[in-house]
T-cell receptor, first 115, second 112 residues
Framework: EAQVTQNPRYLITVTGKKLTVTCSQN?????MSWYRQDPGLGLRQIYY???????DKGDVPEGYKVSRKEKRNFPLILESPSPNQTSLYFC??????????????FGPGTRLTVL | SQKIEQNSEALNIQEGKTATLTCNYT??????LQWYRQDPGRGPVFLLL?????KEKRKERLKVTFDTTLKQSLFHITASQPADSATYLC???????????FGAGTTVTVRA
């Protein structure tokens, strides 16, 4: 089944404790990205990647890191989480060529709480 | 800065009626505008894409219009059903921009 998977789905952690949220897709998509979703603010893009070893900042990259060492995986790293990073996080992927880019496939989400 | 505004209030409508959602944008010159559906606790799902040279697009009971002069897209759900209850998100995209931003969404509730 074609899908984007994220792990963990739920995470409660404490301020300053490094964490990684994994994202994997099995559709051979070039493009992958991370979003956070907060009430009233919509989906805001954190980072995106157009291919292996190619990443760029979205609208809200502060406090996050990403890496793209393999085409299928795009982990999101919070080196020192803070309470203002409590949010619902989504990973998404798509092909990059032409209009295929316009159909983003989203993962199920990761609900993160930082105490 | 770029801004995307959707109906700020939730939409409550009677089954069978038409729901109309608005997406206004500023500081974009979108070549495309995407619409997604999001159910509570789940990731958004792509519904429709409209191009800048298209005035209207239809898919089953959904209709999208795109007015680049008004900088606005309208999303219509005709003959609405309770199963259409969800939040709907719009995302304008400039042709050479690989960042993607979404509006905050409009929540639609269809009463039986």
């Amino acid at each position: 089944e074609a899908q984007v998977t994220q792990n963990p789905r739920y995470l409660i952690t404490v301020t300053g404790k490094k964490l990684t949220v994994t994202c994997s897709q099995n559709m051979n998509h070039e493009y992958m990205s991370w979003y956070r979703q907060d009430p009233g603010l919509g989906l805001r893009q954190i980072y995106y990647s157009m291919n292996v070893e190619v990443t760029d900042k979205g609208d809200v990259p502060e406090g996050y890191k990403v890496s793209r060492k393999e085409k299928r995986n795009f982990p999101l790293i919070l080196e020192s989480p803070s309470p203002n990073q409590t949010s619902l996080y989504f990973c998404a992927s798509s092909f990059l060529a032409g209009e295929a880019y316009n159909e983003q496939f989203f993962g199920p989400g990761t609900r993160l709480t930082v105490l | 800065s770029q801004k995307i505004e959707q109906n700020s209030e939730a939409l409550n409508i009677q089954e069978g009626k038409t729901a109309t959602l608005t997406c206004n944008y500023t500081n974009y010159s979108p070549a495309y505008l995407q619409w997604y559906r999001q159910d509570p606790g789940r990731g958004p799902v792509f519904l429709l894409l409209i191009r800048e040279n298209e005035k209207e697009k239809r898919k089953e009971r959904l209709k999208v219009t795109f007015d680049t002069t008004l900088k606005q897209s309208l999303f219509h759900i005709t003959a609405s059903q309770p199963a259409d209850s969800a939040t709907y998100l719009c995302a304008p995209r400039d042709s050479n921009d690989y960042k993607l931003s979404f509006g905050a969404g409009t929540t639609v509730t269809v009463r039986a």
